[in-house]
C-alpha cells in the first residue's frame, strides 16, 4: 500500500525559503521506474504543478517557477524535499505531493499521479 | 489563467450522464496522453482516468475517458450525490512541464 505525507511550516513569512518534505511508503524512489511529484493549490483556486523527480534523480519544474524550485530526494529516508525560495503571500496553498508511476511491463511512465498525500496548508504573512 | 480550458460548472440530476470537456492544443493535449482527478470537498485529488480512458483499480466503470484531436472528455453515468466534486483534467506540455486544467465543479441538482 502506498501512503504519502506531507510536512513543513504552516506559517511562513515574505521573502523566506519554505522546505517541504514529502515522506512516503510502500514503493522506492531507488527502484526504476517511479518518480514523487509536488502540486499545489491556493484556497478556491485550480491545482498547479511544481516540480517532479524521477528515481534516478531527473527533474522537472514548473517554468514559471522554475527559478525558485529545489526538489531533492533521499531514498535512505524515503523522502522528496521541495524547496521554494522567496514566498511571497500570493504561494499561500495547500501543497500536496504524489507519487508518479510507470507500468513496467511496458517500460513507460502513466503520466499520472496515482496516490496523493494529504496535502500541508502552507500561509505566507508577515 | 490555466493551460487547459475546463467550464467553470456543469449540472445534472441523478441518474444522469453527464461530459465535462478539456481543450488544449497540439503542444500539450494534441501530443499527450490526458489524465482526469475528482476532488471531493475538502480532501486530496483522487485518480479517475489516466492514459485518456484507462480506470485505475476501483474507480467504477461509471466514470469514462476519450480524446480527440486536442481535447478530452470525462463522461460520468448514473449519476449520484457523492459524484459532487471538482473535476481537473491533466496533461504533459512541450515545455516538459504537467499542466491541468482550471477546474469543473460538478453539481447533482
Known amino acids: 500500500q502506498i501512503t504519502l505525507k506531507e510536512s513543513g511550516p504552516t506559517l511562513v513569512k515574505p521573502t523566506q525559503t519554505l522546505t517541504l518534505t514529502c515522506t512516503f511508503s510502500?514503493?522506492?524512489?531507488?527502484?526504476?521506474?517511479?518518480?514523487v511529484g509536488w502540486i499545489r493549490q491556493p484556497p478556491g483556486k485550480a491545482l498547479e504543478w511544481l516540480a517532479l523527480?524521477?528515481?534516478?534523480?531527473?527533474?522537472r519544474y514548473s517554468p514559471s517557477l522554475k527559478s525558485r524550485l529545489t526538489i531533492t530526494k533521499d531514498t535512505s529516508k524515503n523522502q522528496v524535499v521541495l524547496t521554494m525560495t522567496n514566498m511571497d503571500p500570493v504561494d499561500t496553498a495547500t501543497y500536496y505531493c504524489?507519487?508518479?508511476?510507470?507500468?513496467?511491463?511496458?517500460?513507460?511512465?502513466?503520466?499520472?499521479?496515482?496516490?496523493w498525500g494529504q496535502g500541508t496548508m502552507v500561509t505566507v504573512s508577515s | 489563467q490555466s493551460v487547459l480550458t475546463q467550464p467553470p460548472s456543469v449540472s445534472a440530476a441523478p441518474g444522469q450522464k453527464v461530459t465535462i470537456s478539456c481543450s488544449g492544443s497540439?503542444?500539450?493535449?494534441?501530443?499527450?496522453?490526458v489524465s482526469w482527478y475528482q476532488q471531493l470537498p475538502g480532501t486530496a485529488p483522487k485518480l479517475l482516468i489516466y492514459?485518456?480512458?484507462k480506470r485505475p483499480s476501483g474507480i467504477p466503470d461509471r466514470f469514462s475517458g476519450s480524446k480527440s484531436g486536442t481535447s478530452a472528455t470525462l463522461g460520468i453515468t448514473g449519476l449520484q450525490t457523492g459524484d459532487e466534486a471538482d473535476y481537473y483534467c491533466?496533461?504533459?506540455?512541450?515545455?516538459?512541464?504537467?499542466?491541468f486544467g482550471g477546474g469543473t465543479k460538478l453539481t447533482v441538482l
Open positions: 504524489a507519487h508518479f508511476p510507470a507500468d513496467m511491463v511496458r517500460g513507460v511512465y502513466l503520466d499520472a499521479f496515482d496516490i
Open positions: 510502500g514503493f522506492s524512489l531507488s527502484t526504476s521506474g517511479v518518480g
Open positions: 523527480i524521477y528515481w534516478d534523480d531527473d527533474k
Open positions: 497540439s503542444s500539450n493535449i494534441g501530443n499527450n496522453y
Open positions: 492514459e485518456n480512458n
Open positions: 491533466g496533461t504533459w506540455d512541450s515545455s516538459l512541464s504537467v499542466v
